[in-house]
Each structure stands twice: as structure tokens, then as C-alpha cells.
């Protein structure tokens, strides 16, 4: 065919041909297991026409051998992976473009009001998926499930992560201001006498004021008390 790249025609005459000998079987032998005319391989390894590419790939496992992606450096590019995300109705994402979250960069229209947040979404604009790709750099393929990945889990972490993080903020200002011998803004001196003691931990019934009131009347203290 006129519109053919002469160098694909080669490669594919020379793996067919590499193919029949691995295997060890004529043309004719070659076809009747792959279920086409012998003419078709013939044409093939000839240059006058093409094969699908399951078919080479059918004749490739013949010979024990598998049809491969390689790189300019020499290493195998595999396929991509088949358990990536999905959208809502179980499809693909476009292949060239990147997933993310449906909680990243979401939209700040009204529509966000009326419609259900999806787990994962990606980024029509080429423009905006390039300048992510420019501080991130490219993913190798798209992102697989994960325990969590759901808005509101996403969300309930996040906010257990701001309360962790707050938390080590104090430890280390309390920790500092020990270090450096200030008194501990966040953990008042309690001066309560003995007496406030036995009425936490009370052995015997007590009374109405007490239980509300848990001092005795001479505490200068009273820190726990709202």
C-alpha cells in the first residue's frame, strides 16, 4: 500500500519470519493455526499487506514469544494497569490525561452545591494538567484504589491531621517553654489541699454540693471548676 511506512513493512516481514522459525512451522502451518489464509501471511511477509495486531501477537505466543513495547533506551514500556480508577459508571479515564481526587481543585461554581462530589475526576484542560505535571512531574499511569479515597474520609483525615498537627505545636511550644524555664501557659499550677483529693476519689457518699462543687471550702484553688 502506497500510504505504508516502508520500515514497518520490514518489521513486520522479518517478526513474522522470525516467528515461523522460532516455532518451526511453513506458512500454511502458520495460518491454519491463526486461522487466516495463507495468502494473508504470505501477503505479510511480503510487504502487500497488513496483520491486526492480536494476530501477531496470537503468532508470537506460537513460537513462545510475546509482542512488546520498548523504549528509545531499551527498557519495556508495559501496558497500563487494568485496576486504576474508575469514573461513577466503571469507565476508563482517557489514558493521556492525569486522575486525581475529586476533592483536589474542586470546581467553585454553584454547581458544586447541586452535584455529588466523585471520588476521582481529571483534568480536561491539557494547559492545566501540564503545569501540575511541571510541579509534580508525570505519573507513570493512572492512580489505583486505596482504603480511604472517598470524599468524606478524605475529609474526616484531614481534619484528624490538622488536630494531630496542632496538638505536636503545643508539645513542642510547652517543651520549649520549659526548656527555657518560663511556666507552662497551657497547664496552670493546681494548689488544691489534700482535702479536694478525698472528695475526687471519696470512699463514702457525698453530698449534693460536694459532687457539684468538688472542693473543700477553704480551697484557694478550685482550678477544675467551670
Request: charged content about 35%.
Amino acid at each position: 500500500m502506497a500510504d505504508r511506512d516502508p520500515a514497518e513493512t520490514r518489521l513486520l516481514s522479518a517478526l513474522l519470519r522470525r516467528i515461523r522459525r522460532t516455532a518451526d512451522v511453513s506458512q500454511r502451518e502458520l495460518a491454519q493455526r491463526l486461522g487466516v489464509s495463507p495468502t494473508a501471511v504470505a501477503q505479510a511477509e511480503t510487504g502487500h499487506r497488513d496483520l491486526p495486531a492480536t494476530v501477531v501477537m496470537r503468532a508470537a505466543r506460537i513460537a513462545g514469544l510475546r509482542i512488546a513495547l520498548v523504549e528509545e533506551n531499551g527498557q519495556e514500556a508495559p501496558g497500563m494497569r487494568s485496576d486504576t480508577v474508575r469514573d461513577s459508571g466503571g469507565r476508563r479515564f482517557p489514558a493521556h490525561l492525569d486522575t486525581r481526587h475529586g476533592d483536589q481543585d474542586w470546581w467553585h461554581g454553584s454547581e458544586r452545591y447541586s452535584r455529588t462530589r466523585p471520588w476521582y475526576t481529571y483534568d480536561r484542560d491539557r494547559g492545566a494538567r501540564d503545569r501540575l505535571r511541571d510541579e509534580l512531574g508525570a505519573p507513570a499511569d493512572h492512580q489505583t484504589p486505596q482504603p480511604g479515597d472517598g470524599p468524606e474520609a478524605r475529609a474526616r483525615a484531614r481534619r484528624d491531621a490538622a488536630r494531630a498537627a496542632r496538638a505536636a505545636e503545643d508539645r513542642r511550644w510547652t517543651e520549649e517553654r520549659w526548656r527555657r524555664g518560663l511556666p507552662d501557659a497551657w497547664a496552670p499550677t493546681c494548689t488544691c489541699p489534700a482535702g479536694c483529693d478525698d472528695l475526687l476519689f471519696a470512699t463514702s457518699p457525698l453530698t449534693a454540693r460536694e459532687n457539684a462543687v468538688p472542693h473543700v471550702d477553704d480551697c484557694p484553688c478550685r482550678c477544675d471548676v467551670a
